[in-house]
């Protein structure tokens, strides 16, 4: 094998390895969990939050047995500073509320701040 293939591949292997290290150990990641004001069901957000954009959160609403009943995925383009999603039972357990704020603007309020409600059977 020539120099030249040689250091191309080396430089290939490397740029992978950038790229897969970037997207494991530079993304911010929480889960926030609520039970239901009945314990029949528990609504769980995981959220990631790489270094640049593209936030993503998984929401899922399950019974106490595990069983699923509603799952959604969010992803936004915003920028700036992650925070954790809130989650509100309504108090006849019927329906739960996630609050997602995002986009940190320097330090002041966030940019972006998004309900969403989740009717549950």
């Known amino acids: 094998m020539n120099l030249k293939r ?23 990641r929480s ?3 609520a039970e239901s ?11 990631s939050f790489p270094m640049f954009g593209d936030y993503h959160y998984d929401i899922e609403v399950r019974r106490s047995d595990g069983v699923l009943i ?11 500073w992650a925070r954790d999603p809130s989650i509100e039972w309504a108090d006849d357990s019927t329906t739960v509320t996630i609050g997602i704020r995002d986009g940190d603007a320097e ?7 998004k309900r969403i409600s989740i009717d549950v059977p």
Do not use: Y
Not at 41 to 46: E, S
């Open 31 to 33: 889960s926030v969990s």
């Open 70 to 80: 509603s799952r959604m995925e969010v992803r936004d383009k915003l920028f700036g």
């Open 107 to 113: 330090g002041g309020n966030s940019v972006a701040r």
């Open 6 to 28: 040689r250091r191309f591949i080396m430089l290939v292997v490397v740029l992978a390895g950038c790229m897969i290290g970037w997207h494991t150990l530079l993304i911010q």
């Open 37 to 47: 004001p009945d314990a029949r069901h528990i609504a769980v957000v995981q959220s």
